[in-house]
Nanobody, 122 residues
Framework: QVQLVESGGGLVQTGGSLRLSCVAS????????MAWFRQAPGKERDFVAW??????TTLYANSVKGRFTISRAENTVSLQMEDLTLEDTAVYYC?????????????????WGQGTQVTVSS
């Protein structure tokens, strides 16, 4: 049983928009905080955005603040990406975890999706 499934990745030009979705099992969606990470070729997996399970509080990496919006509804966590740049090119991963003091660290998450490729071109 796959517990987190991302979708919505693709090819987009700079300045464009893209919406990623992550479908989680009901148990995970109702129990865990959710986050998005991304990993570019040859780079470490970096934090992008986080949303709390209880009240929807959000946290964003400085590199995406003001451009990306994380949200959740029922069993789906979304990442709306606006004004995309070349530096946004990466594989994007959905994650679920309970360690609220370590939201930006990948080790704090217990479940991961398979990743979805986002490629921004000029």
């Amino acid at each position: 049983q796959v517990q987190l499934v991302e979708s919505g990745g693709g090819l987009v030009q700079t300045g464009g928009s893209l919406r990623l979705s992550c479908v989680a099992s009901g148990r995970i969606a109702s129990t865990y905080d959710m986050a998005w990470f991304r990993q570019a070729p040859g780079k470490e997996r970096d934090f992008v955005a986080w949303i709390a399970v209880n009240d929807g509080t959000t946290l964003y990496a400085n590199s995406v603040k003001g451009r990306f919006t994380i949200s959740r509804a029922e069993n789906t966590v979304s990442l709306q990406m606006e004004d995309l740049t070349l530096e946004d090119t990466a594989v994007y991963y959905c994650a679920a975890g309970t360690h609220q003091y370590w939201q930006t660290r990948s080790f704090a998450y217990d479940y991961w999706g398979q990743g979805t490729q986002v490629t921004v071109s000029s």
